[in-house]
């Protein structure tokens, strides 16, 4: 396996995935300079929704907007900042399927979980799902293959089918966010089977308003989930 490992080296010298420098330490799939650029989202935040909040460093604080409009969520956390870098290689692996990136974001939000969320109570990982026809004309479902491996690195059983998509939704990036809140509502449903009883862990790509992952929320609290916590491999900062 080693020399295997050796002689493609050989044939293809390790670049950057973003900036093709040459990778000098294996191990990685960035180089230094890009992971710099990719900043994590740090403390203090508001220790509902995750979002940077101006407060002391230790401080327990609800932000403004979760005071205002609690979301049905009770903990939301991301890696990382959706900006520049981060933004350019979650797109990456959105729209251009880039495997790798992929696995290195679900490694990315495994290490936040087991530092950021209270595994031991969650009992299965269930993706925003996709509508059936978007995964169709996408050919392949971001959330569900993120959801997936940060499940297998967490040694946390994977549910895809505990919800689903009722109807479609037009492109959330372009609706300013009161739009979104009412795109969103009603457009899922959960299996009870699946969910009643259960903390569930609600992984997506990114969180922009928040208003999908509340609407899934709301839904699997109605169908009997116990609590559901969301995990994103990045997050918009807030204006
Ligand atoms: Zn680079
Ligand atoms: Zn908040």
């Known amino acids: ?18 900036c093709r420098a040459p990778l000098t330490r294996g191990g990685h799939i960035f180089c230094r300079a890009c992971r710099a ?6 403390a203090p935040m508001c220790r509902r929704c995750g979002a ?35 933004a350019e290689i979650i797109q990456g ?7 790798r990136i992929g696995r290195w974001l679900s490694r990315d939000m495994a290490a936040c979980a087991r530092a950021a969320l209270p595994l031991q109570e969650i009992d299965l990982v269930v993706p925003v799902p996709l509508h059936w026809l978007k995964r169709r004309m996408a050919g392949f479902d971001h959330a569900g293959q993120l959801a997936r491996d940060t499940a297998r690195r967490l040694r946390l059983p994977h549910d895809p089918r505990a919800l689903r998509r009722r109807r479609w939704t037009s492109t959330q990036t372009r609706l300013p966010a009161p739009a979104r809140f009412r795109n969103v509502r009603a457009a899922f449903a959960a299996d009870p089977r699946r969910v009643a009883h259960r903390t569930v862990l609600l992984v997506d790509d990114v969180l922009t308003s928040g208003a999908t ?7 699997l609290a109605a169908t009997g989930a ?13 204006a």
């Not at 692996?93 to 495997?99: G, L």
């Open 93 to 99: 692996f959105k729209y251009r399927r880039r495997w």
């Open 226 to 238: 116990r609590r559901v916590i969301v995990l994103t491999a990045a997050r918009t900062p807030r």
């Open 52 to 86: 940077p909040v101006a407060a002391a460093f230790d401080a327990q604080v609800d932000c403004a907007t979760c005071r205002r409009r609690p979301p049905a969520f009770a903990i939301a956390r991301a890696r990382r900042s959706y900006t520049g870098p981060t």
């Open 37 to 42: 650029a990719m900043p994590k989202v740090g």
């Open 1 to 18: 396996m080693q020399i295997l490992h050796a002689l493609s080296d050989l044939l293809y010298p390790p670049a950057c995935l973003r």
């Open 213 to 219: 992952a509340d609407a899934c929320a709301q839904v």
